[in-house]
């Protein structure tokens, strides 16, 4: 079976719709574009897609995503048909066995997917990079995040039982963002990651948590570093149970203090690396946590210490840097990972016309 | 107050397994006998459960079984919380006739090891999922995911994993009851 239901409803205005959506359990508490037949077929129709193509199985109800489906669900969010082909995107590169969608929809962690969007598509859909990327801002960015987060909802068979995240996050309504790539001193991020630069590009990050980091006192790059790496090293951070991706969003100004200090994007991330390494010593709750003892995750990780010190990552091309956000040497932000899930990429769909 | 009516799709499939290829699912292998089998307890971190590990492998060599292989997660699927190795998992279902996975202690460990109980279950090996009450709901919606609802799973009392060995041996007891349905010897 992969055609979806429709089901006819019999309603005394529109906000009784509402509550049918919300109280079937199909919306994420908000209201949501009622999916009409006829909006569908007309969403469908406009975005030029095939609507049997398909994405994959999405964890863990093991739901078929088409076309059709990430659509009504697309729809819902508020989507235009123009906005399908990142939504589609994203959830390719999700259901991707790296990025462990099984344990990110049903973990007790607040992870929420990121999507991180690259290349002129950017423009196109005018997805924020800038002063309200991640949240408050233009429309793209919202209706984006939140078709994506409703698909892995509802086709994933996620309800508020199944998801047992002890407090969940506010990003899990939407999380979505583009490159400041114009605003770079380096190469896109997903030029970075192999891809060529006029190519559409998610990137998609379980992330635990947002971090806000002022940063705007110093005159020595190296300093602003090391406050970069006492972030990192937050003992609360789930990572240090297991592999994951971190992501610093470098504001434009903040880069190119940076770069004009002669930091590449791969040095600042080997440099990252080596000071975020740790040692057993570091753990103030070693062999207490119920869970392993500090001196054992490398048995976790799967990987030999270096120096007798344990790496927070596997290797330094896994913390991300990217730019976004207003042009004021003041605020960065990163982003702790979901332990055990690591970033995937795909392409933008793109309609077979 | 007049009504309208208007036709609108679901966003989601009718069950949760309607992507699923049916056909993948598989009858309940039968209890094999204890005596003279080998049996795997598969582990995956936490503390708690190394020790009713080591509890079940002594009842279940107590009660004459050949060997009790104690598999680590990280074994199996190349990473705590990796898609299980199907390779792995064929060579061990070739060498245990039974096998008990857990813990199922936070949501993300739930749902992996329950699906390994649920992947030696479809090579014909016995398996139980083992989980604290707190996380039963998403190891049941796991197993009915993958059409195989009616997959044993031993259920623990909430912070079963911080008990201390002796609070455990009779837990032990109760998952080898539930699970191959070895009686108690105290």
Same mark, same amino acid.
Request: charged content about 20%; glycine content about 10%; overall charge negative.
């Given at each position: @079976?992969?055609?979806?239901?429709?089901?006819?409803?019999?309603?005394?205005?529109?906000?009784?719709?509402?509550?049918?959506?919300?109280?079937?359990?199909?919306?994420?508490?908000?209201?949501?574009?009622?999916?009409? %037949?006829?909006?569908?077929?007309?969403?469908?129709?406009?975005? $030029?897609?095939?609507?049997? &193509?398909?994405?994959?199985?999405?964890?863990?109800?093991?739901?078929?995503?088409?076309?059709?489906?990430?659509?009504?669900?697309?729809?819902?969010?508020?989507?235009?048909?123009?906005?399908?082909?990142?939504?589609?995107?994203?959830?390719?590169?999700?259901?991707?066995? &790296?990025?462990?969608?099984?344990?990110?929809?049903?973990?007790?962690?607040?992870?929420?997917?990121?999507?991180?969007?690259?290349?002129?598509?950017?423009?196109?859909?005018?997805?924020?990079? =800038?002063?309200?990327?991640?949240?408050? $801002?233009?429309?793209?960015?919202?209706?984006?995040?939140?078709?994506?987060?409703?698909?892995?909802?509802?086709?994933?068979?996620?309800?508020?039982?199944?998801?047992?995240?002890?407090?969940?996050?506010?990003?899990?309504?939407?999380?979505?963002?583009?490159?400041?790539?114009?605003?770079?001193?380096?190469?896109?991020?997903?030029?970075?990651?192999?891809?060529? +630069?006029?190519?559409?590009?998610?990137?998609?990050?379980?992330?635990?948590?947002?971090?806000? @980091?002022?940063?705007?006192?110093?005159?020595?790059?190296?300093?602003?570093?090391?406050? *970069?790496?006492?972030?990192?090293?937050?003992?609360?951070?789930?990572?240090?149970?297991?592999?994951?991706?971190?992501?610093?969003? #470098?504001?434009?100004?903040?880069?190119?203090?940076?770069?004009?200090? =002669?930091?590449?994007?791969?040095?600042?991330?080997?440099?990252?690396?080596?000071?975020?390494?740790?040692?057993?010593?570091?753990?103030?709750?070693?062999?207490?946590?119920?869970?392993?003892?500090?001196?054992?995750?490398?048995? %976790?990780?799967?990987?030999?210490?270096?120096?007798?010190?344990?790496?927070?990552?596997?290797?330094?091309?896994?913390?991300?840097? #990217?730019?976004?956000?207003?042009?004021?040497?003041?605020?960065?932000?990163?982003?702790?990972?979901?332990?055990? !899930?690591?970033?995937?990429?795909?392409?933008?769909?793109?309609?077979?016309? | 107050?007049?009504?309208?009516?208007?036709?609108?799709?679901?966003? &989601?499939?009718?069950?949760?397994?309607?992507?699923?290829? !049916?056909?993948?699912?598989?009858?309940?292998?039968?209890? +094999?006998?204890?005596?003279?089998?080998?049996?795997?307890? #598969?582990?995956?971190?936490?503390?708690?459960?190394?020790?009713?590990?080591?509890?079940?492998?002594?009842?279940?060599?107590?009660?004459?079984?050949?060997?009790?292989?104690?598999?680590?997660?990280?074994?199996?699927?190349?990473?705590?919380?990796? +898609?299980?190795?199907?390779?792995?998992?064929?060579?061990?279902?070739?060498?245990?006739?039974?096998?008990?996975?857990?813990?199922?202690?936070?949501?993300?460990?739930?749902?992996? !090891?329950?699906?390994?109980?649920?992947?030696?279950?479809?090579?014909?090996?016995? !398996?139980?999922?083992?989980?604290?009450?707190?996380?039963? *709901?998403?190891?049941?919606?796991?197993?009915?995911?993958?059409?195989?609802?009616?997959?044993?799973?031993?259920?623990?009392? +909430?912070?079963?994993?911080?008990?201390?060995?002796?609070?455990?041996?009779?837990?032990?007891?109760?998952?080898?009851?539930?699970?191959?349905?070895?009686?108690?010897?105290?």
């Amino acid at each position: @079976v992969t055609a979806l239901e429709t089901r006819e409803l019999e309603f005394a205005d529109e906000l009784a719709l509402q509550d049918w959506y919300r109280t079937s359990g199909f919306t994420d508490g908000l209201p949501v574009v009622v999916p009409t %037949v006829e909006r569908v077929e007309g969403f469908i129709r406009d975005s $030029g897609f095939d609507r049997d &193509r398909r994405v994959g199985l999405v964890e863990p109800g093991l739901g078929l995503a088409t076309v059709e489906s990430v659509a009504v669900n697309a729809l819902m969010a508020g989507c235009r048909p123009q906005h399908l082909g990142v939504v589609l995107g994203a959830l390719e590169s999700m259901i991707k066995s &790296r990025f462990n969608l099984r344990g990110v929809q049903t973990t007790t962690n607040p992870v929420a997917p990121l999507t991180i969007v690259n290349g002129p598509i950017r423009r196109d859909l005018c997805i924020d990079s =800038g002063g309200h990327a991640l949240g408050g $801002g233009p429309y793209s960015n919202g209706v984006i995040g939140r078709g994506i987060r409703l698909a892995l909802r509802n086709i994933g068979g996620v309800d508020v039982e199944v998801s047992q995240a002890t407090l969940a996050s506010a990003a899990r309504y939407t999380f979505c963002l583009a490159e400041a790539e114009e605003e770079s001193p380096w190469e896109p991020l997903h030029v970075s990651l192999g891809f060529e +630069p006029d190519e559409n590009v998610v990137t998609t990050v379980g992330v635990e948590s947002v971090v806000n @980091v002022v940063a705007h006192m110093w005159s020595d790059p190296e300093d602003m570093i090391h406050q *970069f790496v006492d972030t990192m090293r937050s003992v609360g951070a789930n990572v240090l149970c297991g592999q994951g991706t971190l992501v610093w969003v #470098l504001n434009p100004a903040h880069a190119r203090f940076l770069a004009g200090a =002669g930091h590449t994007r791969q040095s600042l991330q080997q440099k990252l690396f080596e000071a975020t390494k740790f040692t057993p010593d570091d753990w103030p709750f070693a062999g207490t946590s119920g869970n392993r003892k500090v001196g054992e995750i490398e048995d %976790v990780h799967g990987w030999s210490p270096d120096d007798g010190k344990i790496r927070i990552t596997e290797s330094a091309t896994d913390i991300y840097v #990217l730019i976004a956000g207003r042009n004021h040497p003041i605020h960065s932000t990163y982003m702790t990972a979901m332990p055990y !899930s690591e970033s995937t990429c795909a392409r933008v769909w793109e309609p077979r016309r | 107050m007049p009504t309208m009516t208007t036709t609108v799709y679901l966003p &989601r499939l009718a069950a949760p397994t309607s992507g699923m290829d !049916s056909a993948r699912a598989v009858p309940l292998p039968g209890i +094999p006998p204890i005596a003279g089998n080998n049996f795997a307890v #598969l582990t995956n971190g936490w503390q708690g459960w190394y020790v009713l590990a080591d509890h079940l492998a002594k009842r279940l060599k107590d009660a004459g079984a050949a060997d009790v292989l104690i598999v680590e997660r990280e074994r199996i699927s190349n990473g705590a919380m990796r +898609p299980e190795n199907d390779e792995f998992l064929d060579g061990l279902a070739t060498k245990v006739a039974g096998a008990i996975a857990g813990l199922g202690n936070c949501g993300s460990c739930t749902s992996w !090891s329950c699906s390994d109980s649920l992947q030696l279950e479809r090579r014909g090996v016995r !398996s139980a999922h083992v989980v604290v009450e707190n996380f039963r *709901f998403i190891a049941t919606a796991v197993a009915k995911a993958q059409n195989q609802g009616d997959h044993p799973i031993v259920v623990l009392p +909430p912070r079963a994993n911080e008990l201390s060995s002796e609070e455990l041996a009779p837990l032990a007891d109760e998952i080898l009851l539930q699970a191959f349905n070895l009686e108690p010897t105290r």
